[in-house]
């Protein structure tokens, strides 16, 4: 089956840095995704890895091993906006589909 | 504005009554997707469609419907058959060809009581 691993809850301060870690199982794996939630609100598209590396946009960055079957979401300089939950997603199979993980709550504080 | 609209935001109804919530997209998209979320809960897919006059079962179809008559509008029915209705539910979109970048909607949260 599929499935994704990502922690519950990560707090943090202001002007720090949090790394948030996805691990996942599938199969016909094509990438990893990472969407932001703030409260009743949509989740918004934040970054993309098909292949093994790093991809920057701004103060966020993500992270994708594809032999380790592992990623991660750097935030960087947090702010207090950036308190919200946090969602991989794995894209899977020809029909693309996305499976997201359970989410991590993160708390940016003063 | 191109974007997702989910009518109404919020939706209160009695156990046993069917309930369809509305999803019209002017995106120009062909994929859309309804998805629920339950506290501390992923989204699941309930049905997805590629593509006018079609669509597939996701992974929690049982108890819902949905129909793709036209390409702005996915409408999703909530039967009486749905044993936990109660949920938030958010319908998206995305561009053929970019599997990994989905646009939703601001969200439906459904009440039965």
């Known amino acids: 089956g599929q499935s994704l691993e990502q922690p519950s809850e990560v707090t943090a301060v202001e002007g720090a840095i949090v790394q948030i870690n996805c691990t996942y199982q599938?199969?016909?794996?094509?990438?990893l995704s990472w969407y932001q939630q703030h409260d009743g609100g949509a989740p918004t598209f934040l970054s993309y890895?098909?292949?093994?590396g790093l991809e920057e946009t701004g103060r966020f960055s993500s992270f994708l091993s594809r032999s380790d079957s592992y990623g991660y979401l750097l935030l960087q300089e947090l702010q207090m906006k950036d308190s919200a939950s946090y969602f991989c997603a794995v894209s899977w199979g020809s029909q693309g589909n996305l499976i997201f993980g359970k989410g991590t709550k993160l708390s940016v504080k003063p | 504005d191109g974007g997702i609209t989910q009518s109404p935001k919020y939706l209160f109804r009695k156990e046993g009554q069917n309930v369809t919530l509305s999803c019209e997209q002017n995106l120009n998209h062909d994929a859309m997707y309804w998805y629920r979320q339950d506290p501390g809960q992923g989204l699941r897919l309930i049905y997805y469609?590629?593509?006018?006059?079609?669509?597939q079962k996701g992974d929690i179809a049982e108890g819902y419907s949905v129909s793709r008559e036209k390409k702005e509008s996915f409408p999703l029915t909530v039967t009486s058959a749905q044993k936990n209705p109660t949920a938030f539910y958010l319908c998206?979109?995305?561009?053929?060809?970019?599997?990994?970048?989905?646009?939703f909607g601001p969200g439906t949260r459904l009440t039965v009581t």
């Open positions: 469609s590629q593509i006018v006059n079609d669509f």
């Open positions: 599938t199969s016909g794996f094509y990438g």
């Open positions: 890895n098909a292949l093994d």
């Open positions: 998206a979109s995305r561009v053929a060809g970019e599997a990994y970048e989905q646009y």
